[in-house]
C-alpha cells in the first residue's frame, strides 16, 4: 500500500473551512483514497472516498490532484464536534486498511 | 452501513491471564478485522478473519498470541493471551460492508 503523508496537527476556527491535505506521491492508478476521522475514545469514522474525481457528500468534500499524488478534505464549516484525528488512507479496492499518524484537528471557537 | 458492538467496552486484567473480546455485527459480512491501538499511537493491523478460514495475521502478530474465531458471518473473537502490561491498548473489531466500519474499541489494561 501507498504510504501517505499529513501534517501532524492543524487548528482551525470554528465556521471556518478546514483544509486537510494529505500527500501519497506514490499512489498506483487502482488506489483509492480514503479518509476516516477518530473522535477521542471512539472507532474511527468513515467520511468520504474518491479513486480520481473530486467527491462530495453531506460531511466532506474530498479534492485530488489530476496528478493524484495528493488530496485535500475538506470541512466547510468546521464545529467543535469536528475535533479529531483525521487518517487519510490509499489502498487498492478490497485490500486491507493501513493507518498512518493522521492529522489531529482542533476547532477553536 | 454496519453496526458493530464489542464487549467488554473496558477491563483490567493481572499479567499472565488472557482476554476473549467479543465483536458483533449487526449483518452478515464476509471480512472482518482486528486492529490494535496504543496509547497515543494510530491504529496497528493484527489480522484478517474470513468466515470459513483461518485469520490471516499481520507481520509481528502471531496466533499464539492472538488466537481468533469467526464461526459465523456476523460474529468474531480476539483473544489476547498470556497479558503483559504491553498488551495495554484499545483493541478494535472493523468490519467490511461496502465501505469499512469500525467497532467502539475494547479497552484494556494489563497490570
Known amino acids: 500500500d501507498a504510504k501517505t503523508t499529513q501534517p501532524p496537527s492543524m487548528d482551525c476556527a470554528e465556521g471556518r473551512a478546514a483544509n486537510l491535505p494529505c500527500n501519497h506521491s506514490?499512489?498506483?492508478?487502482?488506489?483509492?483514497v480514503y479518509w476516516y476521522r477518530q473522535i477521542h475514545s471512539q472507532g474511527p469514522q468513515y467520511i468520504i472516498h474518491g479513486l480520481k474525481n473530486n467527491e462530495t457528500n453531506e460531511m466532506a468534500s474530498l479534492i485530488i490532484t489530476e496528478d493524484r499524488k495528493s488530496s485535500t478534505l475538506i470541512l466547510p464549516h468546521a464545529t467543535l464536534r469536528d475535533t479529531a484525528v483525521y487518517y487519510c488512507i490509499v489502498r487498492v479496492h478490497g485490500n486491507q486498511f493501513y493507518f498512518g499518524t493522521g492529522t489531529s484537528l482542533t476547532v477553536i471557537p | 452501513s454496519a453496526v458493530i458492538s464489542q464487549k467488554p467496552s473496558r477491563d483490567i486484567c493481572q499479567r499472565g491471564t488472557s482476554l476473549t473480546i467479543q465483536c458483533q455485527v449487526d449483518?452478515?459480512?464476509?471480512?472482518m478485522f482486528w486492529y490494535r491501538q496504543q496509547p497515543g499511537q494510530s491504529l496497528t493491523l493484527i489480522a484478517t478473519?474470513?468466515?470459513?478460514?483461518?485469520?490471516?495475521?499481520e507481520s509481528g502478530f502471531v496466533i499464539d498470541k492472538f488466537p481468533i474465531s469467526r464461526p459465523n458471518l456476523t460474529f468474531s473473537t480476539l483473544t489476547v493471551s498470556n497479558m503483559s502490561p504491553e498488551d495495554s491498548s484499545i483493541y478494535l473489531c472493523?468490519?467490511?460492508?461496502?465501505?469499512?466500519?469500525f467497532g467502539p474499541g475494547t479497552r484494556l489494561l494489563v497490570l
Open positions: 506514490t499512489i498506483s492508478g487502482n488506489e483509492y
Open positions: 472493523s468490519a467490511r460492508r461496502g465501505t469499512q466500519y
Open positions: 449483518s452478515q459480512v464476509t471480512m
Open positions: 478473519a474470513n468466515q470459513g478460514s483461518e485469520a490471516t495475521y
